[in-house]
C-alpha cells in the first residue's frame, strides 16, 4: 500500500509546481479527513482499526486527486464521509465495499457542489511560482478543462487556448494543464503505473485495456467524420491515465480474473468515451469505472480461472 | 542438459532454505528406549493390533494387520516388548490408537541377506512390496501396493520417479538420491517390472546438481534391454513435485480432475519410496525407519535423520542438543503443506519427511485480514481454483457452497496462502470446507 502512496506523490508535487500550494492543503486536508473517517467508522462499528495499512491514506491522495484545484478545502471534508465511512465501511469494511471510494466521493461532491466542482480550475502557472496564489486568494475562476473547452466551445476554440501540435502533446503529457489536481500529469502518472507494474503490484491487463479503448473510440467517433479523432488528445485531456492506472485498477472493485478485467477494462473505455461524446458531463471515466465496479462481481462469475483439467466424462 | 522441464500454470518461489542440512550426510539416530507406532500410519483403514500387551516381539514382527479395506501391515522397527495398547498424540486427529514398544537394547540387530530379485514374478514382487508395509512416504501414505495394481483399463506406459523435492527446508530425498541412488534405481527397475513396463523417469528440480548427476549416472549404469531409466531436470518451482504438475512437466498429459494418474498410463512414486521397495524385495526388510529433515533455526544441531517408526520428537530433540530460545513454531513436514503441532509427544509416522523447529523470522505471524479480491491467488493456483471465494464462502458459513470453485480438486499447496497479502490462512478454510461440504 506505501508504495502505491509513494508512486502517488511525484505526480502531487509536480501539481504543486503547476496550480500551486493550494493543492498540497487539499490533498492534506483530504488524506487526514479519510485516516480520521476511517478510525472513526471502524471504532464505531467495534472493528479493528486498521488505518495504518495506508488504505485510507490511498483514497484520501486519489479523491483529492480528482477534484478542481481551486475548491474550498471544506469539499474534501464532505468528501472523505462519503468515501469512507459510506463507501466503504458501511458496506463491509476493505474488501467488501462495491465502489471505488474515492470516486465515490468525487460523485458525491459532484452532485451537490456542481459549481465548484466543474468550475473551480487554475490555469497552470506560466513560470515556477508556486507561491503566486498566496497572496491573492483563489477565488480566480479564470480557466476551463480542455474537455470542456471542446465540449461546449468547439475543436476551434480548444486550438486557440491550448495550441496543438507537438507543443500541444508535450505540455499535457508533463501536465501543463487545466484539470483535477492529480490528474494532469500523464507522464508521472504512467510512470508510477509501470513502476508498480514492474513490482508486479498491478498487471497490464487494465491499464491497457482502458487506455486503447479510449483511444481506439476516440479515433473513430470523436472526430468530424468517423476515423479522424485525435486518440492522443483524448487520452491525454481528461482523467483517463489516472483512472486506468490508480482507479480501475483497485484491487476489491476490479474483477479478479485476467480475463474479467480485459473485460472491464473496455467497458470502462467504452463508457468514458460514451459519455464525454453524448452524455451531459465533459469527462466519463469517473462515472465510467464506477459503473464497471458494479459489474465486477458479475464478470468474475461469467470468467472463470481455466482449470488445471476437466474432470472425465465433462461436468461433475 | 537439455532445457528445464516445469508446468505452465500458477506456482510461486518460496525461500529454498535447504542449505541447512543439504550437505549433512544422512546419520542414523541411536533407536531411543521407546518407540509409539501409531496404527493409522497410512489412507485407508487404520491397523489392529496382532500382539498383546507385555508381549516380546522382535524385529520385524508384524504388529498390525488390516483385516478388510484398503491397507498394509505395520511392523515392529525394533525387539522389545509391548508397553502399551493406548493412543499417541497426533498432529491432526489429536490423539490416535497406537502400539507402545520397549525397546530391548541387548537385542542383536536383525541381519538382512541380498537376494537376486530378477526371477521373481511380477505377482510375487507385488506381495513382498505389501508384505513390507510400504506406503507413499513422500507424503500422502498411499498404499504403494495399490498403485501399483491400476485397473487393467489403463495401460500404463511410463514410470515418474519424483524427486522434486519442492517443499522448502527438506533435503532428505536429496540426501538418499546422492548416498543411495543404485538402491533408488532398483527400486525403479522393480517397480517396472511389476507394472510391465519399460520406460521410467526421474523428475529432479535443478537445484539439486550433485542428485541429478548421481542419479543420471546410476540410472545409465541400471539401464538394460529392459529397463530404460532417464533424468529430467525440472525448473525450481513450487508446487513442481505435485503429482499432477509433475506429469504434465515430465510428458505433457493432464490428469483429468478427480481422477488418478493411471487415467493417463502413468504411475508416479516417490524416490524415497523406490529406495524403500528395494529393500523390501531384495533385503527383505520391511519399512520400519525413514529419513527425516531436522531443520529451521530452532533446534541446536540440524540433520538428516535416520530414525525408527514412532520415535517421538522429544527423542529427536534431545539427541541433536535441545531446543533454542527463539524457537516459535513446530511443524511437521515442509513449510507449506505440513502441520504445526503443539506437542514434542507426537511420534514420527512412515510419511514425516521432516520435522522443522522454525524461529521467529522464519514464520509470519501476522494476523489475517479480509480478503481484499487482489486476485494473486487465482494467478498462484497450479490447478486454476479460486481460493479466494473458497475461503471467503467458508467464513461467511456456506462451506457446502464451495465445490463450484474446485475445492475438491484442490491438494492443499498452499501457494494461495502463501502469495496472500492479507495473509488469509486459505488452506484452512480449504480443508474445513472439504470436511463440511458433500461431494
Given at each position: 500500500?506505501?508504495?502505491?502512496?509513494?508512486?502517488l506523490?511525484?505526480?502531487?508535487?509536480l501539481?504543486?509546481f503547476?496550480f500551486?500550494?493550494?493543492?498540497l492543503?487539499?490533498t492534506?486536508?483530504?488524506?487526514?479527513s479519510?485516516v480520521?473517517?476511517?478510525?472513526?467508522?471502524?471504532?464505531?462499528l467495534?472493528?479493528?482499526?486498521?488505518?495504518?495499512?495506508?488504505?485510507a491514506?490511498?483514497?484520501?491522495?486519489?479523491?483529492?486527486?480528482?477534484?478542481?484545484?481551486?475548491?474550498?478545502?471544506?469539499?474534501?471534508?464532505?468528501?472523505?464521509v462519503?468515501?469512507?465511512?459510506?463507501?466503504k465501511?458501511?458496506?463491509g469494511g476493505?474488501?467488501?465495499?462495491?465502489f471505488?471510494?474515492?470516486?465515490?466521493?468525487?460523485?458525491f461532491?459532484?452532485?451537490?457542489?456542481?459549481?465548484a466542482?466543474?468550475?473551480?480550475?487554475?490555469?497552470?502557472?506560466?513560470d515556477?511560482?508556486?507561491?503566486?496564489?498566496?497572496?491573492?486568494?483563489?477565488?480566480?475562476v479564470?480557466?476551463?478543462?480542455p474537455?470542456?473547452?471542446?465540449?461546449?466551445?468547439?475543436?476551434?476554440?480548444?486550438?486557440?487556448?491550448?495550441g496543438?501540435?507537438a507543443?500541444?502533446?508535450?505540455?499535457f503529457?508533463?501536465?501543463?494543464?487545466?484539470?483535477c489536481i492529480?490528474?494532469?500529469?500523464?507522464?508521472l502518472?504512467?510512470?508510477?503505473?509501470?513502476?508498480?507494474?514492474?513490482?508486479k503490484?498491478?498487471?497490464w491487463h487494465?491499464?491497457?485495456?482502458?487506455?486503447?479503448?479510449?483511444a481506439l473510440?476516440?479515433?473513430i467517433f470523436?472526430?468530424?467524420?468517423?476515423?479522424?479523432?485525435?486518440?492522443l488528445?483524448?487520452?491525454?485531456?481528461?482523467?483517463v491515465?489516472?483512472?486506468?492506472?490508480?482507479?480501475?485498477?483497485d484491487y476489491?472493485t476490479?474483477?479478479?480474473?485476467?480475463?474479467?478485467?480485459l473485460?472491464?477494462?473496455?467497458?470502462?473505455?467504452?463508457?468514458?468515451?460514451?459519455i464525454?461524446?453524448?452524455?451531459?458531463?465533459?469527462e466519463?471515466i469517473?462515472y465510467?469505472?464506477?459503473?464497471?465496479?458494479?459489474?465486477?462481481?458479475?464478470?468474475?462469475?461469467?470468467?472463470?480461472?481455466?482449470?488445471?483439467a476437466?474432470?472425465v466424462?465433462?461436468?461433475r | 542438459?537439455t532445457?528445464l522441464?516445469?508446468f505452465?500454470?500458477?506456482?510461486?518461489h518460496?525461500?529454498?532454505s535447504?542449505a541447512?542440512t543439504?550437505?549433512?550426510?544422512?546419520?542414523s539416530m541411536?533407536?531411543?528406549d521407546?518407540l509409539?507406532?501409531i496404527?493409522?500410519?497410512?489412507?485407508?483403514?487404520?491397523?489392529?493390533?496382532?500382539?498383546?500387551k507385555?508381549g516380546?516381539v522382535n524385529e520385524?514382527?508384524i504388529?498390525g494387520?488390516?483385516?478388510k479395506?484398503?491397507g498394509?501391515?505395520?511392523?515392529?522397527p525394533?525387539?522389545?516388548?509391548?508397553?502399551?495398547?493406548?493412543?499417541s498424540?497426533?498432529?491432526?486427529?489429536?490423539?490416535?490408537?497406537?502400539?507402545?514398544i520397549?525397546?530391548?537394547h541387548?537385542a542383536?540387530?536383525?541381519?538382512?541377506q541380498?537376494?537376486?530379485?530378477?526371477?521373481?514374478e511380477?505377482?510375487?514382487?507385488?506381495?513382498?512390496?505389501?508384505d513390507?508395509g510400504?506406503i507413499?512416504?513422500?507424503?500422502?501414505?498411499?498404499?504403494?501396493?495399490v498403485?501399483?495394481?491400476p485397473p487393467p483399463?489403463?495401460?500404463i506406459d511410463?514410470?515418474?520417479?519424483?524427486?522434486a523435492e519442492c517443499e522448502?527446508?527438506?533435503t532428505?530425498?536429496?540426501?538418499?538420491?546422492?548416498e543411495?541412488a543404485?538402491?533408488?534405481?532398483?527400486g525403479?527397475?522393480?517397480?517396472l517390472?511389476?507394472?510391465?513396463?519399460?520406460?521410467?523417469?526421474?523428475?529432479?528440480e535443478?537445484?539439486?546438481?550433485?542428485?541429478?548427476?548421481a542419479m543420471?549416472?546410476a540410472?545409465?549404469?541400471?539401464?538394460?534391454?529392459?529397463?530404460?531409466?532417464?533424468?529430467?531436470?525440472l525448473?525450481?518451482?513450487?508446487?513442481?513435485?505435485s503429482?499432477?504438475?509433475?506429469?504434465?512437466?515430465i510428458?505433457?498429459?493432464?490428469?483429468?480432475?478427480?481422477?488418478?494418474?493411471?487415467?493417463?498410463?502413468?504411475?508416479v512414486?516417490n524416490?524415497s519410496?523406490?529406495?524403500?521397495?528395494r529393500?523390501?524385495?531384495?533385503?527383505?526388510k520391511?519399512?520400519?525407519?525413514?529419513?527425516?529433515?531436522?531443520?529451521g533455526?530452532?533446534?541446536a544441531r540440524p540433520?538428516n535423520?535416520?530414525?525408527?517408526?514412532?520415535?517421538?520428537?522429544s527423542?529427536?530433540?534431545?539427541?541433536l542438543?535441545?531446543l533454542?530460545?527463539?524457537?516459535a513454531?513446530?511443524?511437521m513436514?515442509?513449510?507449506?503443506?505440513g502441520?504445526a503441532?503443539?506437542?514434542l509427544?507426537?511420534?514420527?509416522?512412515k510419511?514425516?519427511?521432516?520435522?522443522?523447529?522454525l524461529?521467529?523470522?522464519e514464520?509470519?505471524t501476522?494476523?489475517?485480514?479480509?480478503c481484499i479480491?487482489?486476485?494473486?491467488?487465482?494467478?498462484?493456483?497450479p490447478?486454476g481454483l479460486?481460493p479466494?471465494?473458497i475461503?471467503?464462502?467458508?467464513?461467511?458459513?456456506?462451506?457446502?457452497?464451495?465445490?463450484q470453485?474446485?475445492?475438491?480438486?484442490?491438494f492443499?499447496?498452499?501457494?494461495?496462502?502463501?502469495?496472500?497479502?492479507?495473509?488469509r490462512?486459505i488452506?484452512?478454510?480449504?480443508?474445513?470446507?472439504?470436511?463440511?461440504?458433500?461431494r
Amino acid at each position: 500500500m506505501w508504495t502505491v502512496v509513494a508512486c502517488l506523490i511525484p505526480p502531487l508535487l509536480l501539481s504543486v509546481f503547476v496550480f500551486g500550494i493550494q493543492v498540497l492543503l487539499i490533498t492534506a486536508v483530504s488524506v487526514a479527513s479519510c485516516v480520521a473517517v476511517e478510525a472513526a467508522s471502524q471504532k464505531m462499528l467495534g472493528r479493528r482499526v486498521t488505518v495504518r495499512d495506508g488504505s485510507a491514506v490511498i483514497t484520501g491522495m486519489l479523491l483529492a486527486f480528482v477534484i478542481p484545484p481551486g475548491v474550498s478545502p471544506l469539499l474534501p471534508v464532505l468528501g472523505a464521509v462519503m468515501a469512507i465511512y459510506i463507501g466503504k465501511h458501511v458496506l463491509g469494511g476493505i474488501g467488501y465495499n462495491i465502489f471505488n471510494p474515492a470516486l465515490l466521493g468525487r460523485a458525491f461532491l459532484l452532485a451537490t457542489f456542481p459549481v465548484a466542482m466543474t468550475s473551480a480550475w487554475l490555469p497552470p502557472l506560466k513560470d515556477i511560482a508556486v507561491f503566486s496564489y498566496l497572496g491573492e486568494g483563489i477565488n480566480a475562476v479564470s480557466t476551463a478543462t480542455p474537455l470542456a473547452v471542446i465540449k461546449e466551445q468547439g475543436m476551434a476554440a480548444f486550438t486557440e487556448m491550448f495550441g496543438s501540435g507537438a507543443s500541444l502533446y508535450s505540455s499535457f503529457f508533463l501536465g501543463w494543464r487545466p484539470g483535477c489536481i492529480g490528474e494532469t500529469s500523464g507522464f508521472l502518472i504512467v510512470l508510477g503505473g509501470l513502476y508498480l507494474m514492474y513490482r508486479k503490484y498491478i498487471t497490464w491487463h487494465i491499464p491497457v485495456s482502458v487506455i486503447g479503448t479510449v483511444a481506439l473510440l476516440s479515433w473513430i467517433f470523436a472526430g468530424d467524420t468517423y476515423f479522424t479523432g485525435d486518440p492522443l488528445l483524448a487520452v491525454l485531456s481528461g482523467g483517463v491515465l489516472l483512472g486506468a492506472f490508480y482507479m480501475a485498477n483497485d484491487y476489491v472493485t476490479c474483477p479478479s480474473n485476467k480475463i474479467s478485467q480485459l473485460v472491464y477494462g473496455v467497458g470502462i473505455g467504452a463508457l468514458t468515451v460514451m459519455i464525454r461524446l453524448k452524455g451531459g458531463y465533459p469527462e466519463g471515466i469517473c462515472y465510467a469505472i464506477l459503473l464497471m465496479n458494479a459489474m465486477s462481481p458479475v464478470l468474475d462469475g461469467w470468467f472463470k480461472p481455466r482449470r488445471f483439467a476437466p474432470p472425465v466424462g465433462g461436468g461433475r | 542438459m537439455t532445457s528445464l522441464l516445469t508446468f505452465p500454470k500458477g506456482g510461486v518461489h518460496p525461500p529454498e532454505s535447504k542449505a541447512q542440512t543439504s550437505q549433512l550426510s544422512i546419520e542414523s539416530m541411536p533407536v531411543p528406549d521407546e518407540l509409539e507406532l501409531i496404527l493409522g500410519q497410512h489412507i485407508g483403514a487404520p491397523c489392529t493390533p496382532t500382539v498383546a500387551k507385555r508381549g516380546e516381539v522382535n524385529e520385524g514382527d508384524i504388529i498390525g494387520e488390516v483385516s478388510k479395506g484398503l491397507g498394509v501391515p505395520l511392523h515392529s522397527p525394533v525387539a522389545g516388548k509391548v508397553k502399551d495398547l493406548g493412543s499417541s498424540a497426533h498432529p491432526m486427529r489429536v490423539s490416535s490408537p497406537s502400539i507402545t514398544i520397549a525397546v530391548n537394547h541387548e537385542a542383536e540387530p536383525r541381519r538382512y541377506q541380498e537376494r537376486d530379485w530378477h526371477s521373481y514374478e511380477p505377482k510375487e514382487l507385488l506381495g513382498m512390496v505389501k508384505d513390507a508395509g510400504i506406503i507413499g512416504i513422500g507424503g500422502a501414505g498411499f498404499p504403494t501396493h495399490v498403485k501399483l495394481s491400476p485397473p487393467p483399463d489403463n495401460p500404463i506406459d511410463t514410470l515418474l520417479l519424483n524427486g522434486a523435492e519442492c517443499e522448502p527446508y527438506i533435503t532428505s530425498d536429496h540426501r538418499q538420491m546422492l548416498e543411495y541412488a543404485a538402491d533408488i534405481v532398483e527400486g525403479a527397475k522393480i517397480i517396472l517390472k511389476i507394472l510391465g513396463i519399460k520406460q521410467c523417469a526421474i523428475g529432479i528440480e535443478s537445484n539439486k546438481p550433485d542428485a541429478i548427476l548421481a542419479m543420471t549416472e546410476a540410472a545409465r549404469a541400471g539401464s538394460t534391454a529392459d529397463f530404460s531409466l532417464s533424468v529430467k531436470a525440472l525448473t525450481v518451482k513450487y508446487p513442481q513435485g505435485s503429482e499432477k504438475q509433475l506429469i504434465q512437466a515430465i510428458t505433457g498429459r493432464k490428469v483429468p480432475a478427480m481422477a488418478l494418474p493411471s487415467a493417463v498410463g502413468v504411475v508416479v512414486h516417490n524416490v524415497s519410496t523406490a529406495r524403500a521397495i528395494r529393500d523390501a524385495v531384495v533385503l527383505g526388510k520391511p519399512l520400519c525407519d525413514k529419513v527425516v529433515t531436522i531443520a529451521g533455526k530452532g533446534i541446536a544441531r540440524p540433520a538428516n535423520l535416520l530414525v525408527k517408526v514412532g520415535t517421538k520428537i522429544s527423542d529427536i530433540v534431545n539427541y541433536l542438543g535441545g531446543l533454542k530460545p527463539d524457537l516459535a513454531k513446530i511443524v511437521m513436514g515442509g513449510p507449506m503443506m505440513g502441520f504445526a503441532v503443539s506437542n514434542l509427544e507426537i511420534p514420527v509416522t512412515k510419511t514425516t519427511s521432516a520435522i522443522l523447529f522454525l524461529a521467529a523470522d522464519e514464520i509470519d505471524t501476522a494476523p489475517h485480514s479480509q480478503c481484499i479480491r487482489c486476485g494473486w491467488c487465482l494467478d498462484a493456483c497450479p490447478m486454476g481454483l479460486e481460493p479466494k471465494e473458497i475461503a471467503i464462502y467458508v467464513e461467511a458459513g456456506r462451506p457446502q457452497d464451495t465445490a463450484q470453485f474446485g475445492v475438491f480438486e484442490c491438494f492443499e499447496c498452499g501457494s494461495c496462502a502463501y502469495v496472500c497479502p492479507a495473509k488469509r490462512p486459505i488452506v484452512q478454510f480449504v480443508r474445513l470446507a472439504k470436511m463440511k461440504a458433500k461431494r
